[in-house]
């Protein structure tokens, strides 16, 4: 079980800072993202595009914020679990909350912030209306372990780096075909992994259907084929052990929308006296959360971020006296 | 009035909507529809890197070119048309006078 004061659900740039502003209470954060690294969107989504309104930068990139952000928080340690997505909460009978992660892994704390910005990102899955009877049984959205791959016959649908790399990687001597299906003509993915799958092609180490669409997937207990639709609307079949789709991934707000918290259009409510929400102990800061007026920037995220570490603290110690201390003051002591 | 364009937006469930969009408030056609509380969800905030206001151009305004951050971006989506757009890239401007819209699903 991981223990901290502060449970973060969301390791974007409003997850970080809020480290830093419970660091400088003495308060320990551990932060959990659905996503392998820490910086949500913005190192998800545009780490290479500049932003202009964040106070004191006038052009950062998001990347280079995260990195920023990363280092600001490093002398208060906090521990990340990563590439696991927050999926249930109880409350112990101190009134500690145990959260566990979609691996099974536990965290308690006394005090949850959920800084979740749109959501956790997950595969953008194919409007096909059983494809999830397939799931995990000749379905994969994500590559977990390439040799799981090895020998079989394997159809990659999708026109980005992803499909691009695995099918790359899928048909250098691991699975006994690959099939790369793409919508378009034209792939946009980094142009040498372009000319590496044309290359395979050519070699027919890969077979490259262009201007096709997977359209149905067929079996009974597991995949057995797919049914591919070209772009003059024949349709045909492909005999398959496996396919993956990889169409890049998009926010969901998922299991936290069944923890009981007020919800509206996919944002949590808060009091915007200290962003606490519903449930006693759980905190909703940045783009995840709503009232009145709210703005969703990143610079109001970490306003909201200090706010709630402040609330957070007369929670954690509510006998403790305490007063704002300048950093220009008394510098920053880690731990 | 000035500086204002008439543009027919048709939701998921088929209703039209007319809408004002102001030309000298440099939005575009996402920025649009979120203004007039049109379940556009512009998750990115207008990057053309999510696909959440994607849609169908449905008048005959020759505004079909897209630029290659939309192209990539559209290749990762579903549902997709030769008319498909990203309403983050159309930009509001007097052109677009009596444009028709579709919203694509999501």
Redesign the interface.
């Known amino acids: 079980m991981i223990e901290t004061d502060i449970l973060i659900i969301g390791a974007g740039p409003c997850g970080l800072f809020t480290v830093f502003e419970a660091g400088l209470l003495k308060l320990r954060c551990h932060l959990i993202d659905a996503l392998p690294q820490a910086g949500g969107?913005l190192t998800e989504?545009?780490p290479k595009?500049p932003i202009y309104d964040i106070p004191g930068f006038p052009e950062v990139l998001a990347g280079d914020l995260i990195d920023h952000l990363m280092k600001q928080a490093e002398p208060f340690k906090p521990g990340f679990t990563l590439g696991e997505r927050a999926e249930s909460f109880e409350k112990t009978e101190d009134g500690k909350f145990i959260v566990t992660t979609s691996r099974g892994t536990k965290h308690i704390a006394p005090v949850v912030a959920i800084a979740g910005g749109?959501g956790s990102f997950e595969p953008?899955k194919?409007?096909i209306s059983n494809i999830t009877d397939f799931e995990d049984k000749g379905i994969e959205y994500i590559v977990r372990d390439p040799n799981f791959y090895k020998g079989k016959n394997v159809v990659i649908s999708?026109?980005?780096d992803s499909a691009l790399d695995w099918s790359v990687f899928l048909a250098s001597g691991v699975a006994e075909s690959v099939t790369l299906i793409?919508?378009?003509k034209?792939?946009?993915g980094h142009p040498d992994s372009v000319q590496k799958v044309i290359d395979m092609s050519n070699s027919g180490k890969i077979t490259l259907l262009t201007d096709a669409e997977v359209v149905g997937v067929n079996g009974t207990d597991k995949l057995a084929s797919i049914t591919v639709q070209a772009q003059d609307g024949s349709t045909s079949e492909i005999n398959t052990d496996h396919w993956l789709p990889l169409?890049?991934l998009?926010?969901k707000l998922g299991p936290l929308s069944e923890w009981g918290l007020n919800i509206d259009k996919n944002s949590i409510e808060v009091n915007t006296f200290d962003y606490s929400t519903n449930v006693d102990g759980i905190y909703a800061i940045g783009d995840i959360n709503t009232y009145p007026g709210k703005l969703k920037l990143i610079l109001c995220g970490f306003h909201e971020a200090t706010l709630m570490v402040q609330s957070a603290f007369k929670r954690i110690y509510p006998d403790k006296n305490y007063v704002l201390k300048y950093t220009t003051v008394n510098g920053v002591t880690g731990f | 009035m000035d500086n204002i364009v008439n543009i027919t937006v048709v939701d998921r469930e088929g209703v039209e909507h007319q809408l004002e969009a102001p030309t000298d408030m440099n939005m575009n056609m996402m920025e649009l529809c979120k203004s007039y509380e049109l379940p556009v969800e512009g998750t990115c905030g207008g990057m053309a890197m999510c696909a959440t206001c994607h849609m169908y151009i449905l008048s005959d305004h020759d505004i079909l070119e897209r630029n290659d951050d939309e192209e990539s971006m559209l290749d990762q989506a579903f549902f997709v048309k030769s008319n498909s757009r990203l309403g983050c890239q159309i930009h509001i401007a007097p052109e677009l006078e009596g444009l028709k819209v579709q919203l694509a699903q999501v």
Request: overall charge positive; cysteine-free.
């Open positions: 969107q989504i545009y595009k749109l953008r194919p409007p999708g026109g980005g793409h919508r378009s034209s792939f946009r169409f890049g998009s926010p």
